[in-house]
């Protein structure tokens, strides 16, 4: 595959950018890569699995001379870091990032005045476990990576940024930052914090002191997110909350009608809700 970037960095070799890092050097679409991160423990990890080929914990120094920048920070992260990797690189260097809220970052790159060469990006993979222990260049195979241009993003890096995550065997959707933002509110940052809060309803109903011991697949399934990083999962809220403020509200409104209609012994509301959960649930597969 043809190369897309003579030295790409990866700034935060974690669960994503070690993961894209070692899939886009297995690919051949970065002929190297330097990881830029803060614990030595995790960059080691990156540099010893050979996801990267070098690691610092000096931003500016890996930068210098690259071609293509990957921002692979938690989101509120990427969004200060910006402005010193714009500084920092030469025109010709590409910007993308892989973060869950894209209209800050797109905006951050307009104040910064990289527009043209700054791609926002995010796949739609990962899991609850964090760092470059847990890197999988399989991660993004068979998934859709959003790509988030800006209008004056140039014709030529957004091609790159889509090429990119072709090698890594995602399917591109292309859309604008405010677009992806409030679609992921309800199908990623909902059932996060939906997870988060029946974990943390448990905890304040345990009165006959055997809820434990009845935990089974359900409460499982349902609540396996809660256990996400937290750090991560906190700035998110923080960068998209008034999206997210209207899929709580939908939720809310749903979740008020189902409530209603069992106090008001109304099997066939019940029903009728229950029906239109089954047939969604049904139509998107496994
Ligand atoms: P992660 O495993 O915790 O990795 C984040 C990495 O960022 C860590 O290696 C951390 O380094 C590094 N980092 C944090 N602050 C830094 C700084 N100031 N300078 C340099 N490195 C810094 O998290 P992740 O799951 O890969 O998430 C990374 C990004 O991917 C986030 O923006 C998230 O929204 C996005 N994303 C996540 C998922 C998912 O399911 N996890 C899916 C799609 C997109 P240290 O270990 O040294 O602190």
Same mark, same amino acid.
């Given at each position: ?12 070799? /974690? ?7 070692? *899939? =886009?050097?297995? !690919? %051949?679409?970065? $002929? &190297?890569?330097? #990881? ?62 892989? /973060? ?7 905006? *951050? =790159?307009?104040? !910064? %005045?990289?527009? $043209? &060469?700054?791609? #926002? ?166």
């Amino acid at each position: 595959m043809k190369v897309l970037a003579e030295k790409a960095v990866v700034v935060g070799t /974690g669960l994503i950018g070690a993961s894209l890092a070692s *899939a =886009a050097k297995q !690919a %051949g679409v970065f $002929a &190297r890569v330097s #990881g830029v991160g803060r614990s030595e423990a995790n960059l080691q990890a990156a540099l010893s699995a050979g996801h990267v080929d070098v690691v610092t914990t000096r931003l500016d120094e890996a930068l210098d001379g690259a071609d293509l920048v990957v921002l692979a920070v938690p989101v509120d992260t990427a969004v200060a870091l910006l402005p010193e990797v714009v500084e920092a690189t030469g025109e010709s260097c590409l910007l993308t990032d892989v /973060g869950s809220v894209k209209t800050p970052i797109c905006e *951050a =790159a307009v104040a !910064a %005045g990289a527009a $043209a &060469r700054f791609v #926002g990006a995010h796949p739609m993979a990962g899991g609850t476990d964090s760092g470059a222990v847990h890197a999988d260049p399989d991660l993004f195979r068979g998934r859709v990576a959003v790509v988030t241009p800006t209008p004056e993003t140039d014709a030529a890096g957004i091609e790159v940024v889509e090429r990119l995550w072709q090698a890594l065997g995602s399917r591109v959707v292309t859309m604008g930052s405010r677009e992806h933002d409030a679609t992921v509110a309800v199908t990623s940052h909902l059932p996060q914090l939906l997870a988060t809060c029946l974990a943390e309803t448990a905890t304040r109903c345990d009165d006959r002191g055997h809820l434990e011991e009845l935990i089974a697949g359900g409460f499982r399934d349902t609540s396996r997110l809660a256990a996400s990083d937290v750090a991560m999962w906190a700035s998110i809220v923080d960068l998209n909350s008034e999206a997210i403020v209207e899929a709580m509200d939908a939720f809310t409104a749903g979740w008020e009608r189902l409530r209603a209609a069992i106090e008001a012994g109304d099997a066939a509301a019940v029903e009728s809700i229950l029906t239109a959960g089954c047939s969604m649930r049904e139509s998107i597969g496994k």
